[in-house]
C-alpha cells in the first residue's frame, strides 16, 4: 500500500504537470522568432512524431505552416502563457486548434508537457496560386531557426517541412505578414537557396486576394 507522503507526492507531481501544460505552448514556425512575442522563459525543445506541412484553408488567405503525425521529429521552441491566459495567443493562432503534446527539452533530455497549433486535416490543402506561401512569412520563421537552433537547424527545418513545392510570393518590398522582420543580406540569400533547391515556384506578380469564407 502506497504511502501517505508518496501519495501526495504523487498527486503534486501531477498537479504540477497538469499546471505546466496549461501554459505552455510548443512553437515551430513564426514563434521561434523570439522577436514577434514576448512570451517569457523560451526553451528550445524537439517534437517527436510530428512534421511541419504547408496548408491552406478558407480561414486565411495565404498558405501557413501547421503540424502532421509523421515519423520524423521537428525543433521548435516551449514557451510559457502566463497565468495560463490563452485568449490573445488563441487570437493569433486563430486559425488552428490546441492539443496536448509532450516534448523533450534540448538542454537536458527531459520530457515537458505543451500545446500546439494544428489545422484540422479536413480544412487543409495544399498550398495553390490563391493561397501562396508568403515570403515575409517565411523569413520570419527562417530567421527564428537561424538565430535559435544555427544554420544546421534551419536547414533541418526545411528538410522536417512539406509542402514546398507551392508557388511563393515575394512580398519582400512591402511585406504583408504583421510581424515581418528585417534579415541580413546573408539570411536573405540563405532562405532563397533553401526555396530553390526545394523546387518552390516564385509567384509573379501581386498574390491573389482570397476571399475570407462566412462564418455560419
Not at 503534486?12 to 512570451?39: I, K
Not at 506541412?53 to 486565411?60: D, G, I, K, M
Not at 518590398?173 to 504583421?178: G, L, N, V
Amino acid at each position: 500500500m502506497q504511502s501517505v507522503p508518496a501519495s501526495l507526492a504523487f498527486r503534486r507531481q501531477r498537479r504540477d504537470t497538469g499546471r505546466m501544460m496549461d501554459r505552455q505552448f510548443f512553437g515551430y514556425g513564426s514563434l521561434v522568432n523570439r522577436a514577434t512575442h514576448g512570451y517569457p522563459r523560451t526553451r528550445p525543445a524537439t517534437l517527436r512524431g510530428w512534421q511541419r506541412v504547408w496548408v491552406h484553408t478558407t480561414l486565411r488567405p495565404a498558405a501557413f505552416l501547421s503540424v502532421e503525425p509523421a515519423d520524423r521529429e521537428i525543433d521548435g521552441l516551449v514557451a510559457e502563457v502566463p497565468g495560463a491566459d490563452w485568449e490573445s495567443l488563441d487570437a493569433r493562432e486563430g486559425a488552428y486548434d490546441r492539443q496536448p503534446v509532450e516534448a523533450r527539452l534540448q538542454t537536458c533530455g527531459s520530457p515537458t508537457p505543451a500545446q500546439v497549433y494544428s489545422v484540422r486535416s479536413r480544412h487543409t490543402a495544399p498550398p495553390g496560386v490563391r493561397h501562396p506561401l508568403r515570403l515575409s512569412y517565411v523569413d520570419v520563421v527562417v530567421q527564428g531557426y537561424l538565430e535559435v537552433f544555427g544554420e544546421a537547424g534551419a536547414e533541418r527545418f526545411f528538410e522536417t517541412t512539406s509542402g514546398w513545392r507551392g508557388p511563393v510570393h515575394d512580398d519582400r518590398a512591402a511585406p504583408i505578414y504583421t510581424r515581418h522582420q528585417v534579415l541580413t543580406s546573408w539570411q536573405r540569400g540563405f532562405v532563397d537557396a533553401q526555396l530553390a533547391a526545394r523546387g518552390a515556384t516564385p509567384l509573379e506578380g501581386p498574390a491573389p486576394q482570397a476571399r475570407p469564407a462566412p462564418r455560419g
